[in-house]
C-alpha cells in the first residue's frame, strides 16, 4: 500500500528516521565503545559485546498500542527494505539509512500450527516457527541481514572498503554469510570455514555455489571458531560469527515477528529454542526484554532453551541451582544429529549468563528453562512432525524434544502454548533421514531406528515385460502401452487398490 493512503495518526511514524545512539557494551567491564570500528571483543578484558541503544527511552514516549498499530500497518508496506527485519527497524537498527539496508528475504517466516494427531500425542496446543523459509534456509540469515547491512552502511560512509567476511561455521552461518556477502560483491568477499566432514553435503553448497572461498578444516566446529578468532584478532577482515553483536541484534527480531503473530498477547506462550553458540536464545531474551520494557508486550513468555545430551554444556551449568555456585565447563562433543547446535564452548554464554538472570528478574520469577534430549529423541520427533505436515530439519525435532521433556518435567503448564523453532529447513539435514532409514547411524550417535518411521523407495520393474523406456529411448507405441498398463497395475496391487466400475 501507498504511504499516503495510510491512516494520518500512522503516516508521521510510517517511515522510519534515523536515530538512536548505539554502542557496544561489554558484559564483564561495563565499558562502552564507539561503533565506528568493527568490535567483536572487549578491547580491555576481552569479554564479548551486546549493542545497546543508549537513547533508547526515546521508544518509551510512544505508547505500547500506538507501535503495536505501527508494525501491523507495515506489514501493508511495499518499501523493500522494510520488507524483513527492519520492520522494527527503531529495536533493530536505527543508525541504519533505509537505503544501506540489505533485504533477501529474511524474516517474517510463518507460524504453522501442529494438527490436531500431532498435539494430542505432545499434549499441548503447539506450533513451529518454520525458520527453514528464510533466504539461506536457517534463522542464521536474520543476523545476517543485520551485520551486512550494517557493513554496507560503513563502506557507505567511507569508513571501511574492501571487506574479506570470515565466519566459521556449524553449516548455516557460512551458507548465510557467503550469500548476503554475493549479493553485495564486489564491496565484500567472503570467506568460510567449516569442520572437514561436520556440515551437511547440502550445507557445503550453498557458500560454494555463492563463490564463496571455503576451507575445510580438521576437528569439530569449536576447533575451527579458534582458528577464525586468530584470524580476526590478527588480520583486517570481518568476522560474521555470532560473537559479532550485530548478529544479534537482527536475530531479536524472532522475537518481534512471534509478539506480532500472536498479535502482542503472549500471556501463556512458552518458546522452545535449540542451543547451540547461544546467539539465538541470547537474540530471543533480548528481543522479549525489550518489547516488554516499551510497553508493547505485556508480559514475557517463557523460554526453554534445548541441547542434546551430546552437547550440551548451557543445561549442565543451570543444573546447579545455586547461581553462585554456577561454573562454566565447556564439554566435549559427541557426534549429534542436531549438528548445526554441535558445540561444546558456546561463544555468546555470557550473554546467556547475563540475560537469563536480567529476564527472571524482569519477570519477577523463573522464566528461562533449559532441557537436554537423547539424539534417539530428537529424530524420532523429526520424523514425527515430518509426518504431520512440517518441514522441520534435525535441530527442529530437538525443538519438539526439548517440549516433550519440558511437559514431562512439570515446565510447561496444561493452559500454555508452545512455539518449538525449527532453526532450518529439513532438506539440509536429509542425510540423517537416509541414515536412519537405511539403519546406517555409526555407533557414536546412540539412534536406533524405529520400524514405523522407515521409508524407502520401491523400484517397480515388472519382470514380464522385456523392455521398458529409458532416457532418450522412448518405447514404440504399442510395447509403451504394455508398459503402462503392467507397472499401474503392478501399483495397484502393492497398494491394494479397488477397481473403478
Ligand atoms: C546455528 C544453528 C543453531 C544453533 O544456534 P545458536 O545461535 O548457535 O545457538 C541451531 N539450529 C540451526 C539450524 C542452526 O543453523
Ligand atoms: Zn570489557
Not at 59 to 78: C, E, H, Q, S, T
Request: proline share 6%; net charge neutral.
Amino acid at each position: 500500500m501507498k504511504v499516503e493512503k495510510f491512516p494520518g495518526r500512522i503516516q508521521p511514524y510510517l517511515l522510519p528516521k534515523v536515530d538512536g545512539e548505539i554502542v557496544y557494551r561489554c558484559l564483564l567491564c561495563n565499558k562502552e565503545f564507539d561503533i565506528k570500528k568493527l568490535l567483536y571483543t572487549c578491547p580491555v578484558c576481552g569479554s564479548v559485546l551486546l549493542l545497546e541503544d543508549k537513547a533508547a527511552d526515546r521508544l518509551k514516549k510512544i505508547p505500547g498500542a500506538v507501535w503495536r498499530d505501527l508494525f501491523d500497518y507495515r506489514k501493508m508496506l511495499n518499501v523493500r527494505a522494510m520488507r524483513g527485519i527492519y520492520r522494527y527497524h527503531e529495536f533493530i537498527g536505527p543508525i541504519l539509512p533505509l537505503d544501506s539496508i540489505v533485504y533477501l528475504g529474511e524474516g517474517d517466516t510463518p507460524v504453522i500450527e501442529a494438527n490436531g494427531l500431532l498435539q494430542n500425542k505432545v499434549g499441548r496446543k503447539f506450533y513451529f516457527k518454520n525458520d527453514g523459509q528464510n533466504p539461506s534456509a536457517s534463522f542464521k540469515d536474520r543476523g545476517m541481514a543485520s551485520a551486512l547491512s550494517y557493513i554496507n552502511y560503513l563502506i557507505g560512509t567511507g569508513s571501511v572498503s574492501e571487506i574479506l567476511a570470515v565466519c566459521a561455521s556449524t553449516g548455516d552461518t557460512s551458507a548465510s554469510a557467503a550469500l548476503y556477502a554475493s549479493y553485495l560483491q564486489p564491496k565484500i568477499k567472503s570467506a568460510v570455514l567449516l569442520p572437514h566432514k561436520k556440515v551437511t553435503p547440502q550445507q557445503l553448497a550453498q557458500p560454494l555455489g555463492s563463490g564463496a572461498a571455503v576451507f575445510e578444516i580438521p576437528g569439530v566446529f569449536d576447533d575451527c571458531m579458534k582458528v577464525v578468532e586468530a584470524l580476526s584478532e590478527n588480520y583486517n577482515v570481518a568476522l560474521l560469527n555470532s560473537k559479532n553483536a550485530w548478529r544479534i541484534l537482527g536475530q531479536e527480531s524472532y522475537s518481534y515477528e512471534i509478539a506480532q503473530q500472536f498479535d502482542y498477547d503472549i500471556d501463556n506462550k512458552a518458546l522452545v529454542v535449540p542451543i547451540g553458540n547461544a546467539g539465538n536464545i541470547t537474540a530471543i531474551i533480548s528481543g522479549f526484554l525489550k518489547f516488554f520494557e516499551t510497553g508493547i508486550i505485556t508480559t514475557l513468555p517463557k523460554i526453554i532453551g534445548v541441547q542434546s545430551v551430546h552437547a550440551d554444556p548451557v543445561f549442565r551449568y543451570y543444573l546447579e541451582p545455586d547461581s553462585k555456585k554456577r561454573v562454566f565447563e565447556p564439554v566435549t562433543v559427541r557426534p549429534s544429529v542436531a549438528q548445526a547446535a554441535m558445540i561444546g564452548n558456546p561463544v555468546s554464554m555470557p550473554r546467556v549468563i547475563h540475560l537469563v538472570k536480567k529476564y527472571n528478574e524482569t519477570a519477577r520469577e523463573q522464566r528461562v528453562f533449559f532441557v537436554d534430549v537423547t539424539e534417539q529423541s530428537i529424530m524420532d520427533w523429526q520424523l514425527t512432525a515430518n509426518r504431520n505436515g512440517h518441514i522441520v530439519c534435525t535441530q527442529g525435532g530437538e525443538s519438539l524434544a526439548g517440549l516433550v521433556e519440558a511437559i514431562a518435567d512439570g515446565i510447561v503448564e496444561k493452559n500454555e502454548e508452545v512455539i518449538c523453532d525449527s532453526t532450518a529447513h529439513a532438506l539440509k539435514f536429509s542425510g540423517f533421514q537416509e541414515m536412519y532409514f537405511e539403519d546406517r547411524f555409526p555407533e557414536g550417535y546412540e539412534i536406533r531406528p524405529k520400524r514405523e518411521f522407515r521409508n524407502t523407495p520401491r523400484l517397480v520393474r515388472p519382470k514380464v515385460l522385456k523392455e521398458v523406456p529409458e532416457p532418450g529411448k522412448p518405447l514404440p507405441p504399442k510395447q509403451f502401452e504394455e508398459f503402462v498398463r503392467i507397472t499401474s497395475e503392478e501399483i495397484a496391487s502393492i497398494l491394494d487398490l479397488k477397481k473403478k466400475h
